[in-house]
């Protein structure tokens, strides 16, 4: 059993809705950075709030790594989702922009990039309706597929029909693995990327230390 952080939540999780402040130092952090010095608010494992609905106004809720196990090959993880609200974090009118945070547990500092609420509604939306449309088209090409494929057919007419129940094959992958994953992401679509850590020397970094964007 793996504890990725030394942090004071423990393994458990945190219980309750209570808020916590960041400490003078990363205040301090933060307001070098020109970023919000909001308050925090923690939420248990198990409470974490879907944030589907876009508004002008928002919170960002980061993901911290707890609990890792590893058992042979199979590595099984538990997370601890936190939720940050300031009133300094509203959209731009066009384009992005960034924000900070703070992660309440480890307190280390983090940004992302955050999109208009206008691209991000059209994203959510192009998102959503792509993806029902190939989802639902799986209903046509897979009783296709299965009509085709069992037919018998002529030496002469192999070659066709080899080349249809392809071309049904491929679109029934597409519409299974790609539009059904291209609705639930544009469900759950919010306009908030590109999770960056923040090092001390203030440069950015990809690698986040077991952190992530639900």
């Known amino acids: 059993m793996l504890d990725p952080f030394d942090g004071s939540a423990g393994h ?19 307001l070098s950075g ?5 308050k925090f608010q ?8 879907k944030m589907s609905e876009l508004r002008q106004s928002y919170a960002l809720l980061l993901g911290c790594l707890i609990e890792a196990k590893s058992s042979g ?32 547990r480890c307190k280390q500092i983090f940004t992302v990039r955050v999109e208009s609420l206008k691209k991000a509604t059209v994203k ?5 309706v792509v993806g029902a449309v190939l989802a639902v088209s799986l209903l046509v090409w897979l009783p296709m597929l ?14 066709s029909a080899i080349l ?21 992401s544009g469900r759950k679509y919010s306009g908030i990327k590109k999770l960056r850590l923040v090092k001390s020397d203030g440069s950015v970094s990809m690698l ?7």
């Open 12 to 30: 458990g999780g945190l219980v309750g809705h209570g808020e916590d402040r960041p400490g003078a130092a990363s205040q301090a952090a933060f």
């Open 34 to 38: 020109g970023g919000p010095t909001g």
């Open 42 to 49: 923690r939420k248990g494992e198990q409470s974490v709030e």
């Open 73 to 104: 090959t199979l590595i099984t993880t538990k997370w601890q989702y936190n939720r940050i609200s300031s009133p300094t974090y509203v959209r731009p009118e066009n384009g992005d922009t960034s924000a900070k945070m703070e992660c309440p």
């Open 124 to 128: 959510s939306r192009t998102y959503t």
């Open 146 to 159: 299965v009509h085709f494929g069992g037919q018998t057919v002529d030496e002469d007419a192999a070659s």
């Open 164 to 184: 249809t129940v392809g071309s049904l094959v491929v679109l029934t992958a597409v519409s299974l693995f790609v539009g059904l994953p291209l609705y639930l």
């Open 208 to 214: 986040t230390r077991g952190h992530k964007l639900p």
